[in-house]
């Protein structure tokens, strides 16, 4: 196998809430450059990551091929991690394809594609597991690898995948957003008693820098990343035992949680920012989002844990000591407590396009 050792690193999906904590994580020391694709320069987000140094912004969007083009030219590595709730499930498997042939083309050495589980796959190929912005991600990633059976000595490729993130129990605007009924906060969700992965977004940059700091092992890798796998009633005793205020779970049908749970008021929305709503074949939000909960009720995504205590010893393992650390962090930051930070007036939204109001 050819060396693919990687110094400039070219990012599709630099300012998203997974990008921020894997450019910081690969710039943090200065062994690395990086390139980050960005709409808009002069955002809060781009103007945090250039701060830090060791960092470029080239202002443009994904669909543009010399714009790609300009993003791989002299860059030795690619992470790509397309928003597929701005482009639309069609629109980013076209593009996440062109974006590893132009990647090969410009001479990268190293490319991690930002995937999800290919959930209609996963269940058997029926319907009910269809959640779009997962399986899109999922079919190029199954791609990707068999595209580095042939290629891995030009280019090798490597999977970042990401179970949901546990910051997302706590935030606004998310399918998991919680309520506050009777001074006890709730979550009503339609899980059963199956358990969830959650992942950690912090540890997404420890990951991620893993893969380009040892580019051959990862080389054909899914690498695949949880915190735990947690019910949604220990979520709840989690809560209570950090913060000593009531939680609870409380199991819904889907028409339940489509008629009053967290998204419900935009259940007919069309998923995608970029999609073109009269497109018959465009999923509406309930419809992608029922496939995402069947996916995950029927256990799907599964994690080897011994895999990532190897690769990070000191990774955040439960999230009994996630919700203990938001907690501290809180404090120490003069901004209350974490039960402070769950309340209507306080709780914010996590995802990026949740803080942009869903703008292109």
Not at 155 to 168: E, K, R
Not at 254 to 263: I, K, P
Request: net charge negative; glycine share 10%; with cysteine.
């Amino acid at each position: 196998m050819a060396s693919h050792h990687v110094s400039k690193i070219f990012i599709i999906g630099g300012t998203g809430v997974q990008g921020v904590p894997i450019v910081t994580a690969l710039v943090n020391d200065k062994k690395y450059q990086v390139r980050v694709l960005t709409r808009d320069t002069s955002s809060r987000r781009a103007i945090e990551l250039l701060a830090l140094g060791n960092v470029e912004l080239l202002q443009g969007t994904l669909d543009n091929e010399q714009t790609l083009r300009d993003g791989f030219k002299d860059c030795d590595g690619a992470f790509v991690n397309i928003d597929g709730f701005h482009t639309g499930e069609k629109a980013e498997m076209y593009w996440a394809i062109r974006t590893y042939e132009i990647a090969i083309e410009e001479g990268v050495k190293f490319f991690v594609y930002g995937s999800l589980p290919y959930a209609l796959k996963l269940g058997g190929y029926d319907s009910k597991f269809n959640a779009g912005h997962m399986n899109g991600k999922g079919r190029v990633g199954q791609w990707i690898l068999f595209q580095n059976i042939d290629n891995k000595d030009r280019m090798g490729a490597s999977l970042f995948t990401v179970a949901p993130y546990i910051d997302m129990t706590i935030g606004a605007q998310t399918v998991m957003t919680p309520t506050i009924e009777d001074g006890t906060l709730t979550w009503r969700v339609p899980l059963g008693e199956s358990r969830m992965p959650l992942s950690y977004l912090e540890d997404c940059g420890y990951y991620v820098r893993w893969q380009f700091d040892n580019p051959e092992r990862a080389s054909g890798m899914d690498l695949v990343t949880a915190m735990e796998h947690i019910s949604f009633k220990d979520l709840a005793t989690a809560f209570e035992s950090v913060t000593g205020h009531k939680a609870q779970y409380m199991d819904v049908s889907l028409d339940e949680y489509w008629t009053t749970g967290a998204l419900s008021k935009v259940a007919h929305s069309p998923v995608g920012a970029g999609v073109d709503p009269k497109d018959p074949n465009t999923m509406t939000t309930q419809q992608n989002f029922t496939g995402f909960w069947n996916a995950f009720k029927h256990e799907l995504f599964k994690v080897d844990y011994a895999l990532l205590d190897e690769i990070y010893p000191e990774r955040v393992k439960s999230a009994e000591d996630w919700f203990r650390q938001q907690d501290k962090v809180l404090q120490s930051s003069g901004k209350g407590n974490l039960w402070d930070r769950v309340q209507p007036e306080n709780i914010w939204p996590v995802l990026k396009r949740g803080e942009d109001g869903g703008k292109k």
